[in-house]
């Protein structure tokens, strides 16, 4: 099918956003130029129902008011900087706290809160750019973004690149909510298998604990052999050795990346207040795999680097394939 563009709308501060429908014989995937934002993702389960298995709301104004991050692309930095500050070639930089006294996914106005541009479109895919200014939400460089996102037969793929003029730090990811039974029941008894031997450890307000990662054997961590979520609440990094798989709903998602972690979080902070297209959005209706480096890398030498430096390309790409359980 050819590529479907839709006027979504204008933001109070007069941006005009478009919906962008792309999609096969497979998948459907819509997707916002408000924040790079996945707005529904439907696929058939195994007896030939379609469904949307993400979370979304049905108009421009719920995205542009406040929500926490449903489908939005989100930078400049994905996850927690602790004390909301960070030392990057002996310069220290004091970015905007939205977590506590951390910053989360970029601050109050990161790149989930923007409209970007919709630079190209064809069949399959559409390309999106946004242009952060230097200092930027009190990071430093001018950044330039680009993100693609592609649907090739079952298989999503999100695909960014970025630059900068100046050294800085970045992780992106998307923030999609997914629930595979295609409505607002608890994603507690979705299968996950999760091929990671390892995990961040984190205080209270989300922040990883000194040393190194921590085994998941004889945990509730271990999703390395599929099993289902449970009651119990996650917002961790996993350091990946594989793919991602999680089933429910006759549905199975297969998630691949490049990236070295992904967040697992099961939603538990969304409170009711909200409303999306399957109904209220209660904790535990959507579970998020938000592939990306680890949270606080910039404060954590120990880390994989987040430093970007001018002359470089930062690349990430996860693949999200969703197809009938039991089918390949």
């Known amino acids: 099918m050819s590529a479907l563009l839709t006027d979504w709308g204008t933001t109070p501060s007069g941006e005009d956003v478009t919906h962008i429908e792309l999609g096969s014989d ?57 004390a909301a500050s960070f030392e990057l070639d002996g310069v220290r930089h004091d970015i905007p706290a939205n977590d506590g006294r951390h910053t989360l996914h970029g601050g109050p106005d990161g790149f989930g809160r923007r409209n970007w541009e919709l630079v190209a479109h064809d069949d399959s895919s559409a390309r999106l750019r946004l242009v ?19 649907v090739d037969g079952s298989v999503v793929t999100q695909e960014t690149t970025a630059t900068s003029d100046a050294p800085t730090v970045v992780n992106l990811t998307n923030h999609a909510y997914f629930n595979l039974t295609a409505a607002t029941a608890l994603v507690d008894d979705h299968v996950l298998m999760l091929k990671a031997g390892s995990y961040l450890r984190v205080d209270a307000t989300g ?65 009711g207040r909200l409303t999306g297209r399957a ?3 209660r904790a535990r209706t959507g579970v998020c795999l938000e592939t990306q480096h680890y949270p606080d890398s910039p404060n954590r030498p120990d880390y994989p680097s987040t430093v970007l430096r001018p002359g470089e390309t930062y690349l990430t790409r996860t693949d999200w394939q969703v197809r009938p359980t039991g089918r390949e």
């Open 132 to 150: 952060s200014p230097a200092d930027d939400m009190g990071f430093p460089g001018r950044l330039e973004v680009t993100t693609v996102f592609r």
């Open 26 to 82: 497979h998948v459907r995937l819509g997707i916002l130029t408000w924040g790079a934002t996945v707005q529904s993702l439907t696929a058939p389960d195994s007896a030939g129902r379609w469904a949307d298995v993400v979370l979304g709301f049905d108009t421009l104004d719920q995205y542009v008011g406040e929500h926490p991050f449903i489908g939005s692309t989100v930078g400049r930095y994905a996850n927690r900087i602790a």
């Open 207 to 271: 922040i990883p604990l000194p040393g190194p990662p921590t085994p998941v054997a004889d945990t509730s961590f271990d999703f390395r052999e599929p099993r289902v979520i449970g009651p119990a609440p996650y917002d961790h990094t996993f350091v990946l050795d594989g793919p991602i798989t999680l089933s429910a709903g006759g549905r199975t998602l297969t998630v691949t990346t490049t990236e070295p972690g992904v967040q697992l979080y099961t939603g538990d902070h969304l409170d």
């Open 279 to 281: 109904g209220v959005l």
